[in-house]
């Protein structure tokens, strides 16, 4: 089965500085991943996705993920952070035709940034 | 969140009773999915539909069920056989074709 995995339940940064929020996948075939950030009691909102293509993925909000097939990583990375990023972000893989190709979720990382 | 609706925002059930969650999208999508959240879990697959009249169990779809009447209507009912149903529910979207989901406010389930 395709999954993903966050490994920082939290991060904390400084406002004005650059984050990073990581994320590993294993997947059969070639991986269709996705990054979603949800805000307390709020649905997920969709940032960013990679399919095919640059490595480097922009997305919404300023934000910007890099796929690394090497390292199996897409790191998603914002180059200056703002108290309003503060939220959950998950990283998702999609599976497969015999799943209704639906999303295989990372345990998210709450995001953290300070003035 | 814009296009699918979750109502109610806020369920309170007593134990040994169903309850409906609805999902409505306007989307003209033709997958829909439920997942259910629990803290430090993230997201897991309750049912998937991809057409009308037709639905698929996912990894915890004990104690659960749906219906697809209709392209736009997605509703869950938690019923008394699960046996743990306070969460966060969240419904989602996908056009065929496209692989991005959108998704829905989430309703958040009690049990008192």
């Known amino acids: 089965a395709q999954s993903v995995a966050q490994p920082e339940d939290q991060v904390n940064v400084a406002e004005g500085n650059p984050l990073t929020v990581k994320c590993t996948y294993s997947?059969?075939?070639?991986?269709?991943l996705f990054w979603y950030v949800q805000y307390p009691n709020r649905g997920l909102q969709f940032l960013l996705k990679?399919?095919?293509?640059?490595?480097l993925v922009k997305g919404s909000y300023g934000f910007e993920a890099e796929f690394n097939k090497s390292q199996t990583s897409f790191h998603l990375k914002k180059p200056s952070a703002l108290v309003s990023d503060s939220a959950l972000y998950f990283c998702?893989?999609?599976?497969?035709?015999?799943?209704?190709?639906?999303?295989?979720f990372g345990k998210g990382t709450s995001l953290l940034v300070t003035p | 969140d814009g296009g699918i609706t979750q109502s109610p925002k806020y369920l309170f059930r007593k134990e040994g009773q169903n309850v409906t969650l609805s999902c409505e999208q306007n989307?003209?999508?033709?997958?829909m999915y439920w997942y259910r959240q629990d803290p430090g879990q993230g997201l897991r697959l309750i049912y998937y539909?991809?057409?009308?009249?037709?639905?698929q169990k996912g990894d915890i779809a004990e104690g659960y069920s749906v219906s697809r009447e209709k392209k736009e209507s997605f509703p869950l009912t938690v019923t008394s056989a699960q046996k743990n149903p306070t969460a966060f529910y969240l419904c989602?979207?996908?056009?065929?074709?496209?692989?991005?989901?959108?998704f829905g406010p989430g309703t958040r389930l009690t049990v008192l």
């Open positions: 989602a979207s996908r056009s065929q074709g496209i692989d991005t989901q959108y």
């Open positions: 997947v059969s075939g070639n991986p269709y």
């Open positions: 990679y399919i095919t293509g640059d490595n």
């Open positions: 998702a893989v999609r599976d497969g035709r015999g799943s209704g190709y639906a999303l295989n």
């Open positions: 989307l003209n999508h033709d997958a």
């Open positions: 539909s991809q057409i009308v009249n037709d639905f």
